[in-house]
């Protein structure tokens, strides 16, 4: 595996992206975190946790107040980290600086695995998830976020519009052709990976995991929304997939 780009200790792109994640009506904490604690369930009472792309460690203090026993925290950004550890006052909570592209276990046999919105950013998503189906007891689960394929297949990342302004479709192009991305947000150069649905779920079921769920998480209908986040109705901006280790699976070397 190819090491991954570090674009979040980039000072630019850190502030942006810091800022972004504490706004309450951003997209990550209105879909995609209920999404994925919907499939990681209320309840951690006395499970190991591993989060990769752990980020400012929201995920792992929150674990910890579903009765994890102990959460390790992995991230290639030590502006991340920083902001992590100045957040946590828990001994059950470890933060650890490593790109998954890299990354050596000792403690493996998680009950769980949790990764949000780190995998787009891996070049080599199959060696990924082999090294999770290792980190894994069997049985255990292995659930993650991803920035949505009809999205990461475009270079640019806005909605088609009419002479007045008005929302008229979201274009999809180049959606077969999977590999890298590069666009802008808050900096230029930043890198993604495309790849398919089809890849996603192929390569866990390869790695020896068996598919659970799998959500686009969209605004209730009954909801009232602002008009930004009604579009998020007409095509969904995140993919969540949870899976099982299967029992026997070798871990790999």
Known sequence: ????????DDPAFFAGYKKLREDPASLNEVLEQPALWSLVGESLEGLTVLDLGCGFGDFAR??????????????????MLAEARRRTNDTGVEFRCADIAHLVLQNSGFDVVVSSLMLHYVEDYEAAVGKVAGYLRPGGRFVFSVEHPIFTARVGE??????DGSVLYWPLDTYRPEGERRTTWFVDGVVRYHRSIETYVNGLVDAGFQLRRLLEPAPAMDAAVTADLDLERRRPPFLLISATRAPGLDRPA
């Open 1 to 8: 595996m190819s090491e991954s780009q570090n674009i979040y």
């Open 158 to 163: 806005d909605w088609i519009r009419n002479s």
């Open 62 to 79: 929150r674990a910890r107040r579903a009765g994890a026993k102990s959460v390790l925290g992995i991230d290639i950004s030590e502006n």
